[in-house]
């Protein structure tokens, strides 16, 4: 942890909290010109910070710890039937890796996503300078895994690539086709697999809440690594 002890880190005056009503959050922010390099990320990651954009960032709320880091350690998860099932399901799409760069079919798909998905939320109405600044102006360790159906992109899983496992920063997807096909149920077993391929070991599904449905999602795919008390313990 050598790495992170002349770090500087900023914390933000409390706001409303985007997952629990009625609370309010604070955020810790790495110094954002501190040059992020992968050996960094990493030892960040593992103490449960996350990325967005070029910001490095946890939670850092007085009197609540809900938001928990999760991973998964690829090798002990085991699919379940309906994972199985899902994965027959989609066998028909093929994924590609790009790097982390604008062109408008991405843009357009995340545009549908956001308009259609999270219109009670804070990133609604889609941008472009919010597009760009969310997911294009990222790290070079930063791609796009791009799911194509009859050559139509379907999904974009935005992933960092990290010397021990990948981490999921987001995903987005035609929610149409998502209807019968569970799209971002795939990208996420798609990623455990591909994490596989690589000979890593985890894959981080950014911050689990217990009382939040819109992360209940997380747990289906145990056991579950959670960062409780500065330690990786299993939820199973």
Not at 45 to 55: L, P, V, W, Y
Not at 81 to 94: G, P, Y
Not at 113 to 124: A, L, P
Request: overall charge positive; hydrophobic content about 35%; some cysteine.
């Amino acid at each position: 942890m050598s790495a992170l002890k002349d770090l500087k880190f900023y914390a933000t005056q409390p706001h409303n909290c985007s997952y629990l009503e009625d609370k309010q959050a604070i955020t810790l922010f790495m110094d954002p010109d501190k040059d992020l390099n992968p050996a960094l990320y990493r030892h960040l990651a593992d103490i449960g910070f996350r990325r967005s954009g070029r910001h490095i960032y946890r939670p850092h709320c007085q009197g609540c710890n809900a938001c928990i880091p999760a991973r998964v350690v690829v090798n002990l998860f085991e699919p379940k039937r309906k994972h199985r099932k899902l994965f027959k399901k989609n066998q028909d799409i093929v994924v590609t890796r790009s790097e982390a760069e604008y062109d408008d079919e991405t843009y357009q798909l995340y545009k549908k996503y956001i308009s259609t998905q999270h219109r009670d939320g804070d990133m609604y109405p889609p941008s472009m300078e919010q597009f760009k600044s969310f997911l294009v102006g990222s790290p070079e360790f930063c791609c796009y895994y791009k799911f194509w159906l009859d050559d139509k992109l379907v999904a974009v899983a935005v992933t960092d690539e990290l010397a021990n496992g990948l981490s999921a920063i987001y995903t987005f997807y035609d929610p149409e086709i998502s209807q019968t096909r569970s799209l971002g149920s795939y990208c996420i077993l798609w990623q455990i697999e591909e994490t596989k391929k690589l000979g890593l070991k985890y894959l981080h599904l950014g911050y689990w809440i217990k009382d939040c449905k819109k992360m209940s999602y997380k747990i289906q795919y145990r056991p579950l690594e959670v960062y409780v008390n500065n330690h990786w313990v299993t939820l199973k």
